[in-house]
Antibody
Framework: EVQLVQSGAEVKKPGESLKISCKGS????????IGWVRQMPGKGLEWMGI????????RYSPSFQGQVTISADKSISTAYLQWSSLKASDTAMYYC??????WGQGTLVTVSS | QTVVTQEPSLTVSPGGTVTLTCASS?????????PNWFQQKPGQAPRALIY???NKHSWTPARFSGSLLGGKAALTLSGVQPEDEAEYYC?????????FGGGTKLTVL
């Protein structure tokens, strides 16, 4: 059974750093892309970027370029989304998704002073 | 900035048929945009329904179908069930980039 399991909810202060994860199982992790999607409270889905774990080729949507970093560790079948300095406007639910239509359960990130 | 446009809201009666559409600011949507459709219910993660215009995932109910219609991608629900009330999002591929539509809130009434 294919599964994407994301790390738990986070509460952070503005300016702090954060790295959330998405662990794939039940398939060949290096064979399929993983994307990250943001959903701000009460809003729609936004595509942030994508990584191909086989070669770590990464593409960012213009709105997120330079704002976040997407990476992957294929040795543990895990993709990551990280921020170096969080802002209150980063408060959102973040989902990972893979080819084949599989989605993680989401990670809620709350940034508040 | 590429914009993908969906109807903000639609209402359908149980047992009825409804078509949701997905337009691109760059022009007509073709199969080369690999239209995808997702369903999201409150408090849940999105669920993939359709990929590459008209292909269904193994879990997609038969009443959902995807197509191209008048220069747009389209999602048609035939024989709508109460549990189909949800937000629906399309996703288009622009080369290496991908863009979601703003979503359509479907009410079953």
């Amino acid at each position: 059974e294919v599964q994407l399991v994301q790390s738990g909810a986070e509460v952070k202060k503005p300016g702090e750093s954060l790295k959330i994860s998405c662990k794939g199982s039940g398939y060949s992790f290096t064979s399929y892309w993983i994307g990250w999607v943001r959903q701000m409270p009460g809003k729609g889905l936004e595509w942030m970027g994508i990584i191909y774990p086989g070669d770590s080729d990464t593409r960012y949507s213009p709105s997120f370029q330079g704002q976040v970093t997407i990476s992957a560790d294929k040795s543990i079948s895990t993709a990551y989304l990280q921020w170096s300095s969080l802002k209150a406007s980063d408060t959102a639910m973040y989902y990972c998704a893979s080819a084949g239509g599989y989605w993680g359960q989401g990670t809620l990130v709350t940034v508040s002073s | 900035q590429t914009v993908v446009t969906q109807e903000p809201s639609l209402t359908v009666s149980p047992g009825g048929t409804v078509t949701l559409t997905c337009a691109s600011s760059t022009g007509a949507v073709t199969s080369g945009y690999y239209p995808n459709w997702f369903q999201q219910k409150p408090g849940q993660a999105p669920r993939a329904l359709i990929y590459s215009t008209s292909n269904k995932h193994s879990w997609t109910p038969a009443r959902f179908s995807g197509s191209l219609l008048g220069g747009k991608a389209a999602l048609t629900l035939s024989g709508v069930q109460p549990e189909d009330e949800a937000e629906y999002y399309c996703l288009l591929y622009y080369g290496g980039a991908r863009v979601f539509g703003g979503g359509t809130k479907l009410t079953v009434l």
